[in-house]
């Protein structure tokens, strides 16, 4: 895993504003449209906007918790490398895998690299996406959360963190498919 003990970068606004515990409560309901958002996709230098998928291909939303670009969860980490190893099988079925970090661009950049990602990695540093989904936040992050959205947006599943349950399985994410 990538970690190291150096935390600089780690003490920001971002991090305060993510201090205090929220518990994932997410209000969207399944079988409704989710909320539209466009965020920088720092692996393409583009900006993507949720809207220009609907009518063209579902899409898997992956709220993930990277601190910096030195620290990752540890509860997120393999599921950020499971997701990048097995990306193909979702492009396979024609789904489209956004994953949406906290970390400002520069830091975002810098996950992309060092994991080789191969799908989108939309920063969103003032957290307003996560806020939007409402997936909670502790310790200065936000909460990781998946969100499985169909071809014409409607909201077909959601998985939110939970200590026994962090992250929604590949193979949870695959089957709804």
């Known amino acids: 895993m990538l970690t190291s003990t150096d935390f600089s970068g780690l003490f920001n606004k971002r ?3 993510n201090f205090f515990p929220i518990p994932a409560s997410s209000p969207l309901i399944v079988g409704l449209k989710t909320p539209n958002f466009e ?3 720092v692996a393409n230098d583009q900006q993507i906007k949720l809207n220009d998928y609907r009518e063209q291909k579902p899409v898997i939303l992956a709220f993930t918790r990277i601190f ?9 980490y393999p599921h950020i490398v499971e997701l990048n190893k097995r990306y193909e099988e979702f492009t396979e079925k024609g789904i489209e895998l956004l994953m949406i970090t906290s970390t400002d661009v520069s830091q975002s950049k810098q ?12 920063s969103n540093p003032t957290c307003s996406v996560f806020k939007k989904y409402g997936v909670g936040q502790a310790l200065g992050a936000p909460l990781p959360a998946q969100f499985v959205l169909d071809q014409e947006g409607i909201l077909r599943y959601k998985h939110l963190f939970s200590f026994l349950s962090p992250n929604a399985s590949i193979e ?4 709804r498919f």
Do not use: A, I, R
């Open 172 to 175: 949870e994410l695959l089957s």
């Open 39 to 41: 965020l920088p996709d």
């Open 15 to 17: 991090f305060l504003n």
């Open 111 to 122: 996950v992309v690299s060092d994991l080789s990602l191969k799908f989108p990695l939309l």
């Open 68 to 76: 910096t670009e030195k620290q990752y969860c540890p509860l997120c």
